[in-house]
């Protein structure tokens, strides 16, 4: 069985190749803004500047191919679902960030490591 | 654009009711049990016990309709993405636990607040 999603919006970052994205989420990187679609900006309400927000986004352009890859940080070869390599079969990626500033339906939050363009799934405020 | 997932698995838990699931999730709760399908097992390699994980599941019996809701803490009403439910556009669940096992394609953890037979949609190593 298949399941559909649809996109609740759009990450915009500074990565536009694979190769300028970050390895990992780095809360003093570059400045991100995460738009929501018109429609579900009102699902936004009650979040504030400082809240810590757990960010689903798909990562559209990640091809998987092996279920065992080299880790990047020490070379050890490793199941993908012991590591957060993108090339996943589901390529979810996942991040808890703080969120900088919101206004109306654009969030600015530092840190992702994502591609510019990349569509956002959820939002949830991060467990503490 | 829409966009299809497949599980790569289904989680076990107690709860086969809404109203049997727990709140949150709760380190001490009940023992639910991971299975990933047989295609894709080689990539559970190099996850041990005592690992924290991040998993992602995907909540498909709930009904998204509000993009505002009362609080189950406080009644305080709030937009879907500043709350936990899982009636939100895209209901993914995303739970950090501890395997407390692991054998083949099965994995113990303890405290996932889903129904019986959810879609597994993806384990990652939780950031620390």
Request: glycine content about 8%; overall charge neutral.
């Amino acid at each position: 069985m298949k399941y559909q999603f649809q996109p609740i919006g759009h990450i915009k970052t500074p990565y536009n190749t694979i190769d300028e994205c970050p390895r990992n989420i780095n809360k003093n990187a570059a400045p991100c803004h995460i738009f929501i679609k018109e429609e579900y900006i009102d699902g936004l309400f009650g979040l504030n500047s400082g809240d810590p927000i757990l960010v689903l986004y798909w990562m559209d352009k990640a091809k998987f191919s092996h279920l065992t890859l080299p880790s990047r940080k020490t070379g050890e070869i490793k199941g993908i679902f012991a590591l957060r390599t993108p090339q996943r079969p589901n390529p979810i990626g996942a991040a808890v960030v703080t969120i900088e500033d919101i206004i109306e339906g654009e969030i600015l939050v530092r840190g992702l490591d994502c591609l510019n363009m990349t569509p956002l799934l959820d939002i949830k405020p991060a467990m503490k």
